[in-house]
């Protein structure tokens, strides 16, 4: 997903022109996180073995994070080689299968 940015309105309007001005500084760093541009993936069912994950970035994620799960599990990357990172992530649980929600970006 694109992220869409502030488009300013040209104005002779002092009052209008500052208040662009400050909604565009507050606006910016948060638009500019790595965190921020990213995709929520839903109901993905991670098990103790390889589970590939269909990120859908179109380029390499900077990372991810657990948004919900429903056992407590640890998730991580899987040592499995993954030749496709722009692609998919390969993740596992360290116990039994959690249905789980990720924020990657």
Not at 17 to 28: G, R, V
Not at 65 to 94: F, G, H, P
Request: aromatic share 8%; net charge positive.
């Amino acid at each position: 997903m694109a992220l869409k940015f502030l488009r300013k309105v040209n104005t002779t309007i002092k009052d209008l022109f500052h208040a662009q001005e400050n909604i565009e500084q507050c606006l910016k760093p948060i638009l500019n996180s790595p965190v921020i541009d990213g995709v929520l993936i839903k109901d993905i069912d991670v098990s103790t073995s390889d589970t590939i994950v269909n990120h859908k970035l179109g380029r390499n994620p900077l990372g991810w994070i657990v948004v919900k799960r429903n056992e407590n599990a640890v998730i991580y990357e899987s040592a499995t080689t993954n030749n496709n990172r722009d692609k998919v992530l390969i993740l596992k649980a360290s116990s039994a299968t959690t249905d789980t929600y990720f924020w990657i970006f």
